[in-house]
């Protein structure tokens, strides 16, 4: 069984701090890696992704990424209450085209607290 | 440029009966897939379409079905409701054949529909 596993939270930092999310994954066919951003009754809007080890720097968010150890991670910072929301973490075997699926964490509800 | 249209975006329907959903990719996308979404499974990859193929099938059972159009619409269709169908159905599109050569393939969802069987 394929997993990706995440802190289901609550998260909660005082507003203008830096939100640290975590995932782990098993499948070590994996190669691509997004985080996704879903606020309540609403879809996962897609955040950064990630393909190569190391650090991926987007505005206010990085997203990091260390196959050999099976992790990736989202760093938010100078957070602000609007980013409060789940954040899904979600892995793809291989890279490029090909069969399309994602497997998805179950996310880590962060609350920023003004 | 327009994002993922999926109709309708709230059914109501009572366990036996049948729904179609339907998805309309981003333009230019060509792989439309579907995933169910509920509070304690969380999102669960239900099949994937590319070219109006069925390139892979999540763990669902056989009353969960899809289809992909020439135009790369997609429909799914869950036939015999069961009260635990009840969930947030949502479509994503991807693989722009130019990022996709270059090995960059996000996928964007759209709004989902939401079914409730009763």
């Known amino acids: 069984q394929k997993e990706v596993e995440q802190n289901s939270g609550p998260l909660s930092v005082p507003e203008g701090a830096i939100a640290s999310l975590n995932c782990t994954y098993s499948d070590r066919g994996s190669q691509s890696f997004f985080w996704y951003r879903q606020y309540s009754g609403k879809s996962p809007e897609l955040i950064m992704s990630i393909y190569s080890n190391g650090d991926k720097e987007d505005g206010r968010f990085t997203a990091q990424l260390n196959k050999a150890s099976q992790y990736v991670s989202l760093l938010i910072r100078d957070s602000q209450p609007s980013d409060s929301a789940t954040y899904l973490c979600a892995v793809k075997r291989g890279v490029g085209a090909g069969s399309y699926q994602l497997t998805f964490g179950k996310g880590t509800k962060l609350s920023v607290i003004p | 440029k327009a994002g993922v249209t999926q109709t309708p975006r709230y059914l109501i329907k009572t366990r036996g009966q049948q729904v179609t959903l339907s998805c309309s990719p981003i333009s230019g996308h060509r792989s439309v897939s579907w995933y169910q979404q509920t509070p304690g499974q969380g999102l669960q990859f239900l099949f994937e379409?590319?070219?109006?193929?069925?390139?892979n099938k999540g763990n669902f059972p056989g009353r969960f079905s899809g289809r992909q159009f020439s135009n790369s619409r997609s429909e799914m269709n869950v036939s015999t409701l069961e009260l635990g169908d009840s969930a947030l159905y949502l479509c994503?599109?991807?693989?722009?054949?130019?990022?996709?050569?270059?090995?960059?393939?996000?996928?964007?969802f759209g709004q989902g529909t939401r079914l409730t069987v009763v």
């Open positions: 379409y590319f070219s109006e193929t069925q390139r």
């Open positions: 994503a599109s991807s693989a722009p054949t130019d990022r996709a050569a270059r090995g960059l393939t996000e996928a964007f």
